[in-house]
């Protein structure tokens, strides 16, 4: 059973920069087929970042697109997303999850979830 630890959220101003990781245990992430970042704002639902799949292809929502980087460290079990040039509107709780059984493609990966989620990690962008 995989559990997932996110850390490295916390409060910027516009145009700052943050790093969020992932800690995978009970499974590698080198083993995972794709895991990702999604992100929840009060009173929004839940969208879909970026994602990296196992071949190491990216995808990234539109709206972070050029901003956001996405990685991963498999010596470490670490998933990480890099972000820059930070907005209000980046304001949200940050989920990691990881797919290791089911794989449709990176779309649809990030707009319907993951298998196995992380606790969140709170990421506040004031103006």
């Known amino acids: 059973h995989v559990q997932l630890v996110e850390s490295g959220g916390g409060s910027v101003q516009t145009g700052g920069s943050l790093r969020l990781s992932c800690v995978a245990s009970?499974?590698?992430?080198?083993?995972?087929?794709?895991m990702g970042w999604f992100r929840q704002a009060p009173g929004k639902e839940r969208e879909g970042v970026a994602a990296?799949?196992?071949?190491?292809?990216?995808n990234y929502s539109d709206a972070v697109k050029g901003r956001f980087t996405i990685s991963q460290d498999n010596a470490k079990n670490t998933l990480y997303l890099q972000m820059s040039s930070l907005k209000p509107e980046d304001t949200a709780i940050y989920y990691c999850?990881?797919?290791?059984?089911?794989?449709?493609?990176?779309?649809?990966?990030?707009?319907?979830?993951?298998?196995?989620w992380g606790q969140g990690t709170q990421v506040t962008v004031s103006s």
């Open positions: 999850a990881a797919n290791y059984y089911e794989y449709d493609g990176l779309s649809r990966f990030l707009a319907l979830g993951g298998e196995s």
């Open positions: 009970g499974a590698s992430t080198s083993s995972a087929i794709c």
């Open positions: 990296i799949n196992r071949g190491g292809s990216v």
